[in-house]
């Protein structure tokens, strides 16, 4: 009965691979995300769905797309893995209204690039 | 200046202690505050949100000072299972008429209590 989920928890890979971790809330949330947590323990915004109309894109290389086949459900597909892609990338939801602010946090997914 | 910055410690504290955090954000048209708990190799969880007139939760209580554009929070008697990284939270700019959980995170203050 995890409220937000995804999966891999560990993802290990090569350079120059492309990856997918997905995600998924059943908390009936209208918001997710994708933040991405780097080796300074930076917590930062990469994208946000509002069901599943993106509505945040912040400075993301293109190789990173995010795909939403319904709002509770938000994939991150991450083409040509570069070693910079090392990080903890969680994704998170939100309500509605008031609430709107307040993220519930997956588990992360840590990603290491070799 | 950075959007939201704060004292990374780490804070070692024996348990039983008050200890302070301070947080200094610079987007004077930020309207919504918070607390996060980061626990190690955990996902940050919202620990409470920080209200204008100050607001208490327990053994935590949070400061905003709008015109300082500084946010506080404060712990009495620390516990040993308050050892976390705690970050500061400021909503960043609109998007499409509504901030929608544009979060700008802080790098976080990591506090130790020891018995």
């Known amino acids: 009965d995890t409220a937000v989920s995804q999966t891999p928890k560990y993802l290990v890979t090569q350079m120059g691979n492309d990856k997918s971790i997905k995600c998924e809330q059943n908390?009936?949330?209208?918001?997710m995300y994708w933040y991405k947590q780097d080796s300074k323990k930076f917590l930062k915004i990469m994208f946000s769905?509002?069901?599943?109309?993106?509505?945040i894109n912040e400075t993301v290389p293109n190789r990173f797309s995010p795909k939403s086949p319904d709002k509770a459900h938000l994939n991150l597909h991450i083409n040509s893995l570069e070693l910079g892609d090392s990080a903890v990338y969680f994704c998170?939801?939100?309500?509605?209204?008031?609430?709107?602010?307040?993220?519930?946090f997956g588990s992360g997914t840590q990603l290491s690039v070799l | 200046r950075k959007e939201v910055e704060q004292d990374p410690g780490p804070f070692n504290v024996p348990e039983g202690a008050t200890v302070a955090f301070n947080c200094t954000y610079s987007?004077?048209?930020?309207?919504?505050f918070f607390w996060y708990r980061q626990d190690c190799r955990k996902e940050p969880k919202l620990l409470m949100s920080v209200y204008s007139s100050g607001n208490e939760d327990g053994r935590f209580t949070a400061q905003l000072n709008r015109a300082s554009q500084y946010i506080s929070l404060l712990i009495r008697d620390s516990k040993l299972s308050d050892s976390a990284t705690y970050l500061c939270?400021?909503?960043?700019?609109?998007?499409?008429?509504?901030?929608?959980?544009?979060?700008?995170f802080g790098k976080g203050t990591k506090l130790s209590v020891k018995p």
């Open positions: 908390l009936g949330h209208d918001t």
């Open positions: 769905y509002n069901n599943k109309e993106l509505i």
């Open positions: 939270v400021v909503n960043g700019p609109a998007y499409y008429g509504g901030s929608q959980g544009n979060l700008i």
């Open positions: 987007n004077s048209a930020s309207q919504s």
């Open positions: 998170a939801s939100s309500p509605a209204g008031t609430g709107r602010e307040k993220l519930f």
